[in-house]
């Protein structure tokens, strides 16, 4: 038969185990915070690859997801045209890599919202608008986690930048591009003489490098690109749009009007027998092959209605009304001959424009020099 002490044994751990409890409670509870705390204040090491990106200085970056490093611009004065390796000038670069090296805790803080910022001002003129940046230049978006970037690679860093300014662009003929639709002779129905823009002044305002182009007539900013007309259309309105080169700048205001008259579709004319007249500084040591060709053109609906019909007609009003002047090449040997290249239909009458008919084929005059007297 167990003794009493033998039986106490079990009912004095007992006791011993849930006498005091608070004190062990408290124990027990300084353990884990210790624990807690030696756990947060292990090193952790990670490679993190951010994209590159440009914002404003307002712009608020918090509520962005994924992994950035965030050039802070004004993007009123500047536009982004691209980052690259300072050592690899020319080579595009659109993320890096920052090594992160620290407490797990703040790690885990700063892993949970990757983002970096940049805050340099670029340089003024008349330098170049750029921004060069290392590793001591990123700052987590959190300053609390400053000390925990490393490096970075690349090592350096440049954002190209271009200067914005405003211009005031008179709206003209030679800044449009035509894309026409797939209909005959739609370009040729265009009557660039009766032409107009809403409004006839549109201010530009972007980078320095494009928007002085729209001043050099180098190449046309804007394209007008109507839909096929219907048969009874007799102006075109149509808004212009920016070409690709063209399209990092703003317009103010942002539609622009283009109206055109269009002209019916052209008809094809024969005239017959036009006198041809010789000019040129040697024009007495040379003759032509012929004194009169057949001129083939395309007449739009105003040259077209005052026209003969009748062929007997036609030729007498060609004969008082059209000359085709042939222009000798300049310093021609004068025992040469050859083709004239410029030739010229002159219509005497002056209520006929040139923008009322084209001419198709031109026709085949040769020079050749006159016989000498011995």
Request: aromatic letters at 6%; a negative charge; one cysteine or more.
């Amino acid at each position: 038969m167990a003794s009493r002490r033998d039986r106490g044994e079990p009912r004095g751990f007992f006791r011993a185990l849930i006498e005091d409890p608070w004190r062990k409670l408290g124990a027990v509870g300084l353990a884990i915070l210790l624990w807690i705390y030696l756990d947060s204040q292990v090193s952790q090491s990670e490679s993190l690859e951010l994209e590159l990106r440009c914002d404003a200085p307002s712009a608020d970056l918090r509520n962005l997801r994924g992994k950035f490093l965030s050039l802070r611009l004004d993007t009123d004065r500047y536009t982004l045209l691209g980052f690259e390796n300072v050592d690899e000038p020319g080579a595009a670069l659109s993320q890096l890599t920052l090594e992160l090296s620290g407490a797990r805790r703040a790690m885990q803080e700063l892993l949970a919202n990757p983002l970096f910022v940049i805050r340099l001002a670029p340089g003024e003129p008349p330098g170049p608008a750029l921004v060069e940046f290392g590793v001591a230049d990123v700052q987590p978006l959190d300053p609390r986690h400053a000390g925990l970037i490393a490096s970075m690679a690349p090592a350096r860093v440049r954002a190209r930048l271009a200067r914005n300014i405003e211009r005031n662009i008179d709206l003209k003929r030679s800044l449009i591009e035509v894309r026409g639709p797939e209909v005959p002779n739609f370009d040729d129905r265009l009557q660039w003489d009766d032409l107009s823009f809403e409004p006839k002044v549109v201010k530009v305002r972007g980078p320095d490098y494009i928007v002085n182009e729209f001043g050099r007539d180098t190449a046309a900013p804007f394209v007008f690109e109507p839909a096929p007309p219907a048969v009874d259309v007799q102006v075109l309105s149509e808004s212009l749009r920016l070409a690709p080169w063209a399209a990092g700048v703003s317009l103010e205001p942002e539609a622009v009007i283009m109206r055109i008259t269009l002209r019916p579709p052209t008809e094809p004319v024969k005239l017959p027998a036009v006198p041809v007249d010789l000019v040129g500084a040697q024009r007495d040591s040379f003759k032509l092959d012929r004194d009169r060709v057949d001129v083939e053109i395309s007449a739009y609906d105003r040259l077209w209605n005052n026209l003969p019909k009748l062929p007997e007609d036609l030729r007498a009003w060609v004969e008082q009304n059209c000359l085709v002047i042939a222009l000798l090449p300049q310093d021609v040997p004068l025992d040469s001959e050859g083709t004239i290249e410029d030739i010229r239909l002159v219509f005497r009458r002056s209520e006929i424009r040139d923008s009322d008919w084209k001419m198709t084929i031109p026709p085949t005059i040769r020079y050749l020099p006159k016989p000498r007297n011995p």
